[in-house]
C-alpha cells in the first residue's frame, strides 16, 4: 500500500511540472490550426474568383477575425462561412479582395498575425498574400 501511494505521489508532480508546458503547446495548436484555416479559406477566396471571373472578397465577421470570416461574390452572396476561434487573436486586416485574375489590387498585401496567449508566452503565426495572390505562412519572427 505504501509504494502505491509513493507512486501516485510521484505521478501528482509529474503532471504538475507537465502541466505548463502542456498549456503552451495546445496554444500554439491553436495558432497553427488558425493559422491553417486561414491559408486555405484565401486559396478558396482566390479559386473562387478564378472560376467565376469576378471580385471575390474575404472579410471578417461582425467583431474582428477571431469572430470568423466570410467568402463574398460581387453581389454579397456568401460562398463560404468560417466560424469562430476560440482563445486566439488576430491583428485587424482589412478585407481581402481578389481580382478576376487571382491577383490582389496593386498595393494590397495583407498580413495577418494570429496570437495566442500561454501564460506568459505569446505564440504568432502569420499569414500573407503575395500580389500574385498566392497566400503563404511565415514563421512568427518574419512577421
Known amino acids: 500500500m505504501t509504494e502505491l501511494v509513493v507512486t501516485m505521489a510521484l505521478a501528482a508532480i509529474l503532471a504538475t511540472i507537465a502541466a505548463p508546458s502542456f498549456n503552451g503547446m495546445i496554444a500554439t495548436q491553436r495558432a497553427r490550426a488558425l493559422a491553417s484555416d486561414l491559408y486555405v479559406t484565401l486559396a478558396k477566396t482566390r479559386s473562387a474568383a478564378l472560376t467565376l471571373n469576378q471580385n471575390v472578397t474575404l472579410q471578417a465577421n461582425a467583431g474582428g477575425w477571431q469572430n470568423g470570416w466570410q467568402i463574398l461574390d460581387v453581389n454579397n452572396n456568401v460562398l463560404d462561412n468560417h466560424g469562430a476561434a476560440t482563445g486566439v487573436t488576430v491583428t485587424p486586416t ?21 496570437s495566442t496567449t500561454s501564460g506568459a508566452t505569446v505564440n504568432h503565426q502569420c499569414v500573407s498574400v503575395d500580389l500574385g495572390g498566392r497566400p503563404y505562412m511565415t514563421a512568427a519572427a518574419a512577421c
Open 94 to 114: 482589412p478585407s481581402v479582395t481578389y481580382r478576376p485574375s487571382g491577383r490582389l489590387p496593386a498595393g494590397a498585401v495583407p498580413v495577418f498575425v494570429i
